[in-house]
């Protein structure tokens, strides 16, 4: 009989052969695991190259199934030439980001609403148009404030003043160029410079102007005509 005093307790040790299939089990999980991330990601971009390569249409009919990433490719296409847009129809950099931000809110809102029997481009403009439109008729009310004055047979009457707060020249910020440009543009009528920006400066077919702007084709060809005269005049010397 062994005493309990001085009694060594058997110990035990894992075979090597067990810790060497235990580790390659572990190590083989860690492959697994990896490749599987790997698969993820080349999957991932593979999708995202396939919709890179897909026209607009196709794009939104893949964002209104639900494709998210369809409406990011859509913002990184449209973002600087609507920004141009917007820019050279109101003038004030700060109020056409807000406007542009607002134009792709709509789109994302109204998605549903979509039909491929339009060129999403002019959809699109329709939109941002409608928006500049609204908020140039908002700026020209604001530009000349009434304000309520006494004539000396102490009669009430309205006066018109200037108002000096929108100075569009203040927020060019490229050349000096784009500079007398711009205060070209703000200086001939917002009918002539909405066309003449979709077609000079977006390079848009007359037809699509047209459905855009809702007005004839042979509206819009007089009135950029018009406008570009107004334009050469006023830059002649730049």
């Given at each position: 009989?062994?005493?309990?005093?001085?009694?060594?307790?058997p110990?035990?040790?894992?075979?090597?052969?067990?810790?060497?299939?235990?580790?390659?089990?572990?190590?083989?999980?860690?492959?697994?695991?990896?490749k599987?991330?790997?698969?993820?990601?080349?999957?991932?971009?593979?999708?995202?190259?396939?919709?890179?390569?897909?026209?607009?249409?196709?794009?939104?009919?893949?964002?209104?199934?639900?494709?998210?990433?369809?409406?990011?490719?859509?913002v990184?296409?449209?973002?600087?030439?609507?920004?141009?847009?917007?820019?050279?129809?109101?003038?004030?950099?700060?109020?056409?980001?807000?406007?542009?931000?607002?134009?792709?809110?709509?789109?994302?809102?109204?998605?549903?609403?979509?039909?491929?029997?339009?060129?999403?481009?002019?959809?699109?403009y329709?939109?941002?148009?409608?928006?500049?439109?609204?908020?140039?008729?908002?700026?020209?009310?604001?530009?000349?404030?009434?304000?309520q004055?006494?004539n000396?047979?102490?009669?009430?009457?309205?006066?018109?003043?200037?108002?000096?707060?929108?100075?569009?020249?203040?927020?060019?910020?490229?050349?000096i160029?784009?500079?007398?440009?711009?205060?070209a543009?703000?200086?001939?009528?917002?009918?002539?410079?909405?066309?003449?920006?979709?077609?000079?400066?977006?390079?848009?077919?007359?037809?699509?102007?047209?459905?855009?702007?809702?007005?004839?084709?042979?509206?819009?060809?007089?009135?950029?005509?018009?406008?570009?005269?107004?334009?050469?005049?006023?830059?002649?010397?730049?």
């Amino acid at each position: 009989t062994l005493k309990a005093t001085g009694a060594k307790r058997p110990t035990f040790s894992t075979p090597s052969g067990i810790r060497t299939a235990t580790y390659m089990a572990k190590d083989k999980a860690e492959v697994v695991t990896q490749k599987t991330a790997s698969t993820e990601r080349n999957a991932h971009n593979s999708q995202h190259e396939a919709l890179q390569e897909m026209s607009d249409e196709d794009l939104m009919s893949q964002f209104q199934a639900g494709t998210v990433e369809a409406f990011n490719i859509l913002v990184e296409r449209y973002s600087d030439r609507l920004m141009q847009y917007l820019y050279r129809f109101l003038g004030d950099m700060k109020r056409c980001e807000d406007l542009l931000q607002e134009t792709f809110l709509r789109v994302h809102r109204n998605r549903h609403s979509y039909r491929r029997i339009a060129k999403f481009s002019t959809w699109l403009y329709t939109i941002a148009g409608n928006l500049a439109r609204s908020e140039y008729r908002k700026r020209k009310r604001r530009r000349m404030q009434s304000i309520q004055s006494v004539n000396r047979d102490n009669e009430e009457y309205e006066m018109e003043i200037p108002d000096e707060s929108f100075s569009p020249d203040k927020h060019a910020e490229s050349t000096i160029q784009d500079h007398y440009i711009q205060e070209a543009m703000n200086e001939i009528p917002p009918a002539f410079r909405e066309v003449v920006v979709l077609r000079d400066i977006q390079q848009l077919a007359y037809d699509e102007i047209a459905e855009i702007t809702g007005l004839p084709m042979g509206t819009v060809k007089s009135r950029i005509n018009r406008g570009r005269t107004k334009l050469q005049a006023l830059l002649e010397d730049v």
